[in-house]
């Protein structure tokens, strides 16, 4: 099982949103700078993270992002789930694999793939930023020369 890279960089800022608080609300360029990726790429992970309700965007002078109730204790299994989409691990369909309509591999990957979730779901994104993570999350400002 690998996660996408857009998966990835959402989960990453998610736990940097994690742990700012009340007063501190970054933009999507300081999210991008402290994470060191694209801010087009940033961009796109935080539009699916408001589209699910995890982040919310606070307008007006000092505005930015922040993450919600739902965002902070939700399970990380859902999460993935929801980044990560519907697809199988395994492709069978192109080009279709004439084993597809009774195969146990198939099988055995979907409840493999099923058991990953399963093991995140007891968390959340605050477990996730506990020590040592949520120390290095609040140290990171971006490269020097940006
Ligand atoms: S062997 Fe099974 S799992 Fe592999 S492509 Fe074919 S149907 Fe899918």
Redesign the pocket.
């Known amino acids: 099982m690998r996660l996408t890279k857009f998966t990835d960089l959402a989960l990453r800022c998610v736990m940097r949103l994690a742990v700012c608080s009340e007063d501190d609300v970054p933009t999507t360029g300081d999210v991008a700078a402290a994470m060191e990726v694209r801010h087009t790429h940033a961009a796109k992970a935080i539009t699916r993270l408001r589209h699910l309700g995890v982040v919310e965007t606070r307008r007006g002078r000092g505005g930015g992002l922040a993450l919600t109730e739902l965002g902070r204790h939700a399970s990380l299994g859902w999460l993935v789930r929801e980044l990560e989409g519907e697809g199988?691990v395994?492709?069978?369909d192109d080009p279709p694999?004439?084993?597809?309509?009774a195969?146990?591999?198939?099988r055995a990957?979907g409840g493999a793939q099923e058991a990953f979730y399963a093991a995140l779901d007891p968390l959340t994104v605050a477990d996730l930023v506990t020590s040592p993570t949520g120390p290095v999350l609040l140290s990171l400002t971006g490269p020097p020369n940006r």
């Open positions: 199988e395994v492709t069978c694999c004439p084993l597809r309509g195969c146990r591999l198939r990957l």
